[in-house]
């Protein structure tokens, strides 16, 4: 059985993994406007991105291996808040860009 304490740092590892792939998704999106052929960054960035990413679930799956799916439904529920996050953040930038 996954304790309190448990659920919790479950779900900071979450948001801490969705803010890594997500934010590093936008601002390879954001730097890639200025090069010519954005391709190696993209490629690079997506590489990099999703190791960090699966090695962060794997780690997460090896640490608790009696209530995996406990702790991957949590996990992803970060992810997924994280996501969240990150979009709101990048469209209130954007539109202060826009403003100005």
Known sequence: MIENIDIIIILIVGILLGTFFYSGLWWTVDQARNL???LFMFLVSFLLRVSVTLIGFYQLIKSYPEEQGMSIAICLFGFWTAKF???????????????T
């Not at 990150?86 to 826009?98: A, E, F, P, Q, Y």
């Open 36 to 38: 010519p052929v954005p």
């Open 85 to 99: 996050l990150i979009t709101s953040v990048v469209h209130l930038k954007k539109g202060r860009k826009d403003a």
